[in-house]
């Protein structure tokens, strides 16, 4: 119940196309949902989180679209540009007290030039 | 500020061996969390402290991985005896205040290669 599911492993995005990542979490106390982007040989950074009061969250090119009843939400990135190539991370946390974040295992996005 | 700063960068080292990972949390955070990352698993977290107390320890592998913080800029993952299946990359990440909402800052990481 703690595992967040994200899906697809890899993707590979034409320059200008939109990227999709989708993640799954099973456990309804998860209330703050961040995404992180890693460059190569970088730490993790944040990108863009949302809480559950709102469906969606939209920062320039990036937005999350969030779906509490199906406990799902994604990350798309629009007009997707080679410097967005990098690993994604969905996580998924409780807002309150001293929590941490379950992490998704990643997506690989290469945006080809 | 200059972030989280870990050390070394790069360890390799042969099986057997003990490894001490380092970490310098952001002036001012309460909260450092070890995470390991590898191909297979992803990023997983090992252990994580509030207000320097270790809170969960239960991603922590096996008895042979410690961690320790003995005050609030200085925090250790130590490694005895290290083995090959322990080569990946560790990051340290800080955050301030103890919410889940916060912001976790990370570093660099480490990559250790055991032979």
């Known amino acids: 119940q703690q595992q967040v599911k994200q899906s697809p492993q890899s993707l590979i995005v034409q320059k200008g196309g939109i990227s999709i990542i989708n993640c799954a979490y099973e456990?309804?106390?998860?209330?703050?949902f961040p995404w992180y982007q890693q460059f190569p040989g970088k730490g993790p950074a944040l990108l863009i989180a949302?809480?559950?009061?709102?469906s969606e969250k939209k920062e320039g090119r990036f937005t999350i679209s969030f779906n509490k009843s199906a406990k799902q939400f994604s990350l798309h990135i629009m007009d997707s540009q080679p410097g967005d190539s990098a690993t994604y991370f969905c996580?998924?946390?409780?807002?309150?007290?001293?929590?941490?974040?379950?992490f998704g295992t990643g997506t690989r996005l290469k945006v080809l030039a | 500020d200059a972030g989280v700063i870990q050390s070394p960068r790069h360890e390799v080292t042969e099986m057997g061996q003990e490894v001490t990972l380092r970490c310098k949390p952001i002036?001012?955070?309460?909260?450092l969390f070890w995470y390991r990352q590898t191909m297979m698993r992803g990023l997983e977290l090992l252990i994580y402290?509030?207000?320097?107390?270790?809170?969960?320890d239960s991603g922590m592998p096996e008895d042979r991985f410690s961690a320790k913080m003995p005050n609030a800029s200085f925090s250790t993952l130590k490694i005895q005896p290290s083995e090959p299946r322990d080569s990946a990359v560790y990051f340290c990440?800080?955050?301030?205040?103890?919410?889940?909402?916060?912001?976790?800052?990370f570093g660099p990481g480490t990559r250790l290669t055991v032979l």
């Open positions: 990440a800080s955050r301030e205040g103890v919410a889940g909402y916060n912001e976790q800052f």
């Open positions: 456990n309804t106390a998860f209330d703050y």
């Open positions: 949302i809480r559950p009061d709102v």
């Open positions: 996580a998924a946390s409780q807002a309150s007290g001293t929590y941490k974040y379950i």
């Open positions: 002036s001012g955070h309460n909260s």
């Open positions: 402290f509030n207000n320097n107390v270790p809170i969960d």
